[in-house]
């Protein structure tokens, strides 16, 4: 019941970030002090990304890269904040999942631990009464040995037996 529960509270918390990291990226250009960071972010991963691509296509790398216009610049930030947004939001609920898995794991280890604890604490109670057990059948064979057979022990005399059979046969 609780992890169906949870999923669905995680599906929900990233449908709603998705607004938020839209909001994010409208209100991102607006502030200039903020609106001049982005930029400045933008640009770098414009050269960055610029870079990398020539380096995987094999084309040279020393080319001066042209900087992005500023209302590009500010789009890619503002994109890149949100999509980062969103990420880290999913990222969370990822490491949330895994410690509250990893959390109930080690209650079910525990819970086998102490299963096969008490299992071995019960055969260890049996291997002691079987030892009881074979010593009890050591005195008693000893016992019946001492005084000359079972029939003796249990004071039984065959000749009395035979004595009280009738004589029909």
Do not use: W
Not at 131 to 150: I, S
């Amino acid at each position: 019941m609780v992890l169906p529960v949870f999923k669905l509270g995680t599906l929900a918390l990233k449908t709603l970030c998705k607004p938020i990291g839209n909001r994010i990226k409208k209100e991102a250009g607006l502030h200039p002090r903020f609106r001049q960071s982005i930029i400045n972010i933008a640009q770098a991963n414009h050269r960055f990304t610029t870079t990398l691509q020539r380096r995987i296509y094999g084309r040279a790398t020393d080319v001066a890269i042209r900087p992005l216009n500023e209302e590009k610049a500010v789009q890619a930030a503002a994109d890149l904040l949100g999509e980062l947004f969103v990420f880290a939001v999913a990222g969370g609920a990822v490491v949330f999942e895994v410690q509250r898995s990893s959390k109930s794991e080690a209650r079910k280890e525990e819970l086998r631990k102490q299963e096969l604890e008490s299992l071995r604490q019960r055969d260890g109670e049996l291997a002691g009464e079987v030892e009881q057990l074979k010593h009890r059948m050591e005195q008693l064979e000893k016992l019946t040995k001492e005084r000359g057979g079972l029939s003796r022990v249990f004071n039984y005399d065959h000749s009395k037996e035979a004595d009280n059979k009738p004589k029909d046969a």
